[in-house]
């Protein structure tokens, strides 16, 4: 069963930094064509892409963010985190993870879709 | 990367078919057949109905289909239900390696 959760503070302060982790299992970040990404949508608004890191530990992040934005990957504890410099209060939201695959009984691919999601965390900056 | 373009609301009767379009540019739909589409209900989360263009994961009612020509795509529902009232919100991969979503649609089945 794959399962994906995020864990996070729930309110951070204006300029600080928010550090979100996603747990996941059922699958693992190392096998070929797996990818975690960052998903993330303010209260009524549209979903907005973050980050994305592949199996291959590559990274892609959103241009409009990137100089904000870090991904990293725990593979031996199944995790991947995301950092967010500088928080605004644009920045509430809820974050989800999710996972960008496609896999048969014997193999995955990269399909640029998430198909798995955790069931978000609401953030929300303030003073 | 700007977002797609996507109609704020469609509506609907019972039964009917609506279509919801999804324009982006040569730079994104218009570059791959890497098109998705994810229906959200309120207070839930996003779900995958739509991949690749047309391809629908398991367990998706064939009602729901996606196609795309030039720079727009576009999810048909047939056979309209009353569960299927909710947010609907596009996205695709891009010539600059990255994944951009749609402003999302209101689907109401009246």
């Known amino acids: 069963q794959i399962t994906l959760r995020e864990s996070g503070p729930t309110q951070v302060k204006p300029t600080q930094t928010l550090t979100l982790t996603c747990t996941f299992s059922?699958?693992?970040?190392?096998?070929?064509?797996?990818?975690v990404g960052w998903i993330r949508q303010p209260p009524g608004k549209a979903l907005e892409w973050l980050a994305l890191?592949?199996?291959?530990?590559?990274?892609r992040y959103s241009p409009s963010l990137k100089r904000r934005l870090t991904i990293t990957e725990d593979t031996s504890k199944n995790q991947v985190v995301l950092r967010m410099t500088n928080m605004d209060p644009i920045d509430t939201a809820t974050y989800y993870c999710?996972?960008?695959?496609?896999?048969?009984?014997?193999?995955?691919?990269?399909?640029?879709?998430?198909?798995?999601w955790g069931q978000g965390t609401m953030v929300t900056v303030s003073a | 990367q700007s977002a797609l373009t996507q109609p704020p609301s469609v509506s609907g009767s019972p039964g009917q078919s609506v279509t919801i379009s999804c324009t982006g540019t040569?730079?994104?739909?218009?570059?791959?057949?890497?098109v998705s589409w994810y229906q959200q209900s309120p207070g839930t989360v996003p779900k995958l109905m739509i991949y690749?263009?047309?391809t629908r994961p398991s367990g998706v009612p064939d009602r729901f289909s996606g196609s795309k020509s030039g720079n727009t795509a576009s999810l048909t529902i047939s056979g309209l239900q009353a569960e299927d009232e909710a947010d609907y919100y596009c996205?695709?991969?891009?010539?600059?390696?990255?994944?951009?979503f749609g402003g999302g649609t209101k689907l109401t089945v009246l």
């Open positions: 999710a996972r960008d695959a496609h896999c048969s009984a014997s193999s995955c691919y990269n399909h640029d879709a998430f198909t798995f």
């Open positions: 059922g699958f693992s970040l190392s096998t070929h064509g797996v990818g």
């Open positions: 890191i592949y199996y291959t530990g590559e990274k």
């Open positions: 040569s730079g994104d739909i218009g570059a791959y057949n890497r």
């Open positions: 690749e263009v047309t």
């Open positions: 996205s695709s991969y891009t010539t600059t390696n990255i994944l951009v």
